[in-house]
Nanobody, 130 residues
Framework: QVQIVESGGGSVQSGGSLRLSCVAS????????MGWFRQAPGKEREGVAA???????TYADSVKGRFTLSQDNAKNTLYLQMNALQPDDTAMYYC????????????????????????WGQGTQVTVSS
């Protein structure tokens, strides 16, 4: 059974940084499709970054150049480094993982794939004030 636990959220001012962590059990992140999503109040959930070791990371256009996804295989942990945070980044952030690979999928197809097949954590809140 796949279990996902996110942490690292908090409140920061505009321009600040946070690093989110996603610890996975029941799945090996080096052979999985994983990603980060977010959902702001009153808005639909959206993909932020999706990763597969076969072909690297896909980022949403809104976070390119500001957010960086990385992984520590020894700790089976996925990270999301978020820099230059803006009030529009305020949301609950969720980590998602599936044993099915997504390396051959491009762009938003990865986010849709994770939405359909992934296990999810409980989320961690990120709040950015202006």
């Amino acid at each position: 059974q796949v279990q996902i636990v996110e942490s690292g959220g908090g409140s920061v001012q505009s321009g600040g940084s946070l690093r989110l962590s996603c610890v996975a059990s029941g799945i090996t992140i080096s052979s999985a499709c994983m990603g980060w999503f977010r959902q702001a109040p009153g808005k639909e959930r959206e993909g932020v970054a999706a990763f597969d070791t076969q072909s690297g990371t896909t980022y949403a256009d809104s976070v390119k150049g500001r957010f960086t996804l990385s992984q520590d295989n020894a700790k089976n942990t996925l990270y999301l480094q978020m820099n230059a945070l803006q009030p529009d980044d305020t949301a609950m952030y969720y980590c998602a993982a599936t044993i099915f690979r997504c390396g051959l999928l491009m762009g938003t197809e990865r986010f849709q794939f994770l939405s359909n097949y992934a296990s999810w954590g409980q989320g961690t809140q990120v709040t950015v004030s202006s």
